[in-house]
């Protein structure tokens, strides 16, 4: 833990920026830019209920804020130092959706690398 | 493994636009930031030792649904909750207010660096040892 930095960087995709739009309530924002915090300040080590890996989808993660409470939900994906919100879910019916976005705006990612 | 070419966003110019369009959002910001690097503190340290939040609470001498309240960052935590996580925990933690105006003078750099918050009128300084 020692070796690990004090704070990490954590870039939205220009399309998740857009997707975090959708997020209305200014609880529900709050609490979404709380737990982006939280992933800038532990990285890797965020622990669950936090964080959740997702099923399938060996590269991609689920940010929980409220602890799984709010319904939005940030999905991101690490790139070495760095992490990128690759979509936000603004609503529990938007979940599905998010995440096959989320992969698809990765892949993309990859290949402009 | 860096997406150089991603069109993106940095958080923080996200939340600088969050908190310039949002006067309110701004001011409760920056008034829970001791509780974030509060609640920051308790996940480093549940991370470090691979605690779930009933092993930190039985630690604390808490019940689970307060770590969660605690771990949340949206509650200032009292001056008796610190005292307690840093007795159980053995960990330090400061806590640092000064005017906006002056520079803090009673807490190191290091601490300075890892926690300092500006607010509009008082600079406010929460690290920890962990």
Redesign the interface.
């Known amino acids: 833990?020692g070796k690990q930095p004090?704070?990490w960087?954590?870039?939205?995709?220009?399309d998740a920026?857009i997707d975090?739009e959708d997020v209305k309530s200014?609880g529900d924002?709050?609490a979404v830019?709380?737990v982006?915090?939280?992933l800038?300040?532990?990285g890797p080590?965020?622990?669950s209920?936090?964080m959740k890996s997702l099923k399938g989808e060996a590269d991609l993660f689920e940010l929980r804020p409220?602890?799984g409470a709010c319904e939005a939900r940030p999905i991101y994906a690490r790139?070495?130092?760095?992490f990128?919100?690759l979509a936000v879910a603004a609503k529990k019916k938007d979940f599905d959706r998010a995440v096959a976005v989320a992969s698809d705006r990765l892949s993309?990612?990859?290949d402009?690398? | 493994?860096?997406?150089?070419?991603?069109?993106?966003?940095?958080?923080d110019a996200?939340?600088a636009e969050?908190q310039l369009a949002?006067p309110?959002?701004r001011a409760?910001?920056q008034r829970l930031a001791p509780a974030?690097e509060f609640?920051?503190t308790l996940?480093?340290y549940?991370?470090?030792h691979k605690l779930s939040?009933r092993d930190l609470a039985k630690k604390l001498g808490v019940s689970q649904p307060r770590v969660?309240k605690l771990?949340?960052?949206?509650h200032n935590p009292e001056v008796d909750t610190i005292i307690n996580a840093v007795r159980r925990l053995g960990i330090e933690f400061v806590l640092d207010v000064a005017p906006a105006s002056r520079k803090p003078a009673l807490v190191t750099a290091r601490a300075q660096?890892?926690g300092a918050i500006a607010h509009d009128d008082v600079s406010v300084v929460a690290a920890s040892s962990?």
Request: aromatic share 10%; net charge positive; proline share 4%.
């Open positions: 833990m004090r704070a960087i954590v870039d939205f995709d220009s920026v975090f200014r924002r709050r830019f709380n982006v915090q939280k800038k300040d532990l080590d965020l622990p209920p936090h409220k602890q790139f070495g130092g760095r990128m919100v993309a990612t990859v402009r690398r | 493994m860096i997406p150089m070419a991603a069109s993106r966003k940095n958080f996200l939340l969050e949002d309110s959002f409760e910001w974030r609640a920051a996940l480093r549940r991370a470090e939040q969660v771990e949340s960052g949206e660096k890892s962990v």
